[in-house]
């Protein structure tokens, strides 16, 4: 694994600094929350910079709601601290400038989508001269604005979604938590969420998005963390992350005992007229091919090979099982 850690990121010990652009929209210390015999959380410890996308890739009961809700104070942690933009979690101060769009949710069907846009522009403190524009400004990105007088109880569960996420950009938020955004949208929704993340990213706002869809993270994460379990298995750029699945295949004549001759760059996964080694390091491929030569060997061809996410993420998930079950 190219880099496993429960560190995501750089995390000091210890509480940081309130205010200022060099404190982290979020840093996590050993967060951790326990449910009787479950660990839903094992010692979370994180930081994301303010702009950033950061995913939280997982695949049913991973942990990833349960890591918003403590980060959002919604539930307390059985163990660990965390600061949102420098104030301890669960603090009123902080979480005013932060915006959330949970998991399963539901507005009063009786409610019109400004409706619910106003309550929740009173509850965050949007002076009332502003509200109106505020409004229009997050049902027209959300696709909403010829709908924002219908009531909720007639919207299709995509319409829904879209409503959340209008309510979790209200106020300018500089941290913006998403849960499984997109699990209700059609592949145009999709598209227009990605847009919606890059353009909260354009502004500076860090965005925390969990999500079991590995194409979604893929596409618009900056960094990610696999967890597992509660635990993060993996974590880094998606190319950090790729990285330890990358490889390449190779066609050689004229030399005998490849498979030995290959192993001190890689492991040797498949042997036959084209040989596939996996764990090379790309700065190691020209030299390979020298070593081959200059014993003798005809290179015929060399192919890089690039695990999906999907294959790696499996991977990934495998190794940890492994791991626990030893
Ligand atoms: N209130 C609770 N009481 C007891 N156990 C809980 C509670 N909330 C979560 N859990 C357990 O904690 C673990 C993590 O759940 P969590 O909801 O964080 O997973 P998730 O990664 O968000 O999953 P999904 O992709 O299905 O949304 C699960 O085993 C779940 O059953
Ligand atoms: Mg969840």
């Not at 998403?178 to 949208?185: G, I, K, M, R």
């Not at 960094?223 to 597992?228: F, H, I, K, Q, T």
């Not at 790696?312 to 998930?317: D, G, K, N």
Request: glycine share 12%; net charge negative.
């Amino acid at each position: 694994m190219p880099v496993p850690s429960d560190e995501v990121g750089v995390a000091p010990r210890g509480p940081v600094a309130a205010g200022g652009d060099a404190v982290p929209a979020i840093h996590a210390v050993d967060l951790t929350k326990r449910y009787g015999h479950i660990e839903a959380l094992a010692g979370l410890s994180m930081s994301v910079p303010r702009g950033e996308i950061f995913g939280f890739l997982g695949p049913n009961g991973a942990g990833k709601t349960t890591a918003v809700k403590l980060l959002l104070g919604l539930t307390t942690p059985t163990a660990g601290d965390a600061w949102l933009l420098g104030e301890p979690i669960g603090r009123a101060q902080a979480r005013r400038r932060v915006g959330y769009l949970p998991e399963l949710f539901r507005y009063p069907a009786w409610l019109s989508p400004v409706e619910v846009l106003q309550f929740h522009c009173r509850l965050i403190g949007v002076p009332g001269s502003e509200r109106g524009a505020e409004i229009d400004s997050a049902l027209t990105i959300v696709g909403l604005r010829e709908r924002g007088r219908d009531r909720v109880g007639t919207f299709s569960k995509g319409m829904q979604q879209r409503l959340g996420l209008a309510v979790a950009m209200l106020g300018a938020p500089e941290i913006v938590f998403l849960d499984e955004p997109t699990s209700a949208l059609d592949p145009v929704g999709r598209h227009d969420v990605r847009e919606i993340i890059r353009d909260l990213r354009g502004r500076g706002t860090a965005v925390f998005l969990n999500s079991h869809l590995l194409s979604e993270v893929e596409q618009v994460c900056d960094r990610l963390a696999v967890v597992d379990r509660g635990r993060v298995i993996a974590s880094g750029t998606l190319d950090e992350i790729l990285s330890g699945g990358s490889g390449v295949r190779l066609r050689v004549t004229g030399l005998t005992g490849l498979p030995t001759l290959l192993a001190r760059w890689g492991e040797v996964v498949s042997d036959g007229e084209w040989i596939s080694m996996r764990g090379v390091a790309d700065d190691d491929v020209p030299d390979i091919v020298a070593d081959l030569v200059a014993r003798g060997g005809r290179v015929h061809a060399v192919e890089p090979q690039r695990q999906s996410l999907e294959d790696r993420f499996l991977e990934v998930l495998r190794a940890a099982d492994d791991g626990a079950a030893a």
